[in-house]
């Protein structure tokens, strides 16, 4: 009796240790059954999430449009696009980064992000424009691009052979009339810009002139000594050939990106989230 007893005994507890190994087997297959499914839902709300957010930065003004401009509990949606054009609107740019919480409300609670833009042909000059938490220990990470160009907010006038000259110039000249008086000089810097060196001549309804060459010269202080009354017209003269010459006005101290009215440096934009 002893022996069957013994025999029963341990007979059952081998049924016992067999039945645990397998409800852990079976359990533990299903939790990770579970938990791909759930990580393959994550994957796919986490890309839509992704590419959701970089559309509306890139693709939209948001709302409303001016949203640069208002107080922050006006905002409803953050937009980067400039109004008229595809372009990136510089104010915008500036106006979340100096508020970078204004992208909150575009993320639930527990996901990170970060919006950075940096030119294309150099990746190592990042500037991050906004961002939320860390990126530590985070099971999934996401990131996508956009190639972009910025409106940095210079008004540019192309020179070509397209108003009467008091010069009676050839069309080797180009030549443009401005309207201008001291309060206007103080606010804002007008520009000769091209793409090679030219000859201009600067001249005033009294026959007064300053020539010069330049491919980027501020024409300010030229234009100061033409001064004669509160309305002065200035004559722009330009002998551009075949050069594209502009005449650009700055009213937002931005001479750093002169340049990209000729030549608009192409910019990209990264967001990265994780959860």
């Not at 994957?43 to 939209?60: P, S, V």
């Not at 961002?131 to 996401?142: A, E, H, Y």
Request: charged residues 25%.
């Amino acid at each position: 009796m002893n022996d069957k007893g013994q025999i029963i005994i341990t007979e059952l507890l081998f049924y016992i240790l067999l039945s645990v190994i397998i409800l852990s087997v079976i359990i533990y297959a299903t939790e990770t059954i579970n938990d791909y499914q759930v990580t393959g839902i994550n994957h796919r709300q986490l890309n839509k999430l992704l590419e959701d957010n970089l559309l509306t930065l890139t693709k939209t003004s948001g709302k409303p449009e001016n949203w640069e401009k208002i107080n922050t509990n006006k905002i409803e949606t953050i937009g980067l696009k400039q109004t008229k054009t595809d372009m990136l609107d510089y104010d915008k740019i500036m106006r979340l980064k100096d508020s970078p919480q204004l992208l909150e409300n575009h993320f639930s609670d527990g996901v990170s992000y970060v919006l950075m833009l940096y030119p294309k042909n150099n990746p190592n000059k990042r500037e991050v424009i906004a961002q939320r938490g860390t990126f530590n220990n985070r099971k999934q990470i996401r990131a996508k691009n956009r190639t972009v160009i910025i409106d940095y907010k210079l008004k540019s006038t192309f020179l070509k052979n397209n108003e009467s000259c008091p010069y009676e110039h050839d069309d080797k000249w180009s030549c443009i009339t401005i309207n201008v008086n001291e309060n206007i000089l103080s606010n804002t810097k007008y520009y000769l810009l091209s793409d090679s060196n030219i000859e201009y001549i600067l001249s005033n309804t009294y026959s007064d002139n300053i020539t010069g060459q330049t491919q980027k010269t501020c024409i300010n202080s030229q234009i100061m000594q033409l001064i004669k009354n509160d309305n002065q017209t200035i004559h722009v003269h330009t002998k551009s050939d075949t050069n594209n010459t502009y005449l650009v006005r700055d009213a937002n101290n931005r001479e750093r990106f002169i340049e990209s009215v000729i030549k608009p440096e192409i910019y990209v934009l990264k967001l990265i989230i994780a959860v």
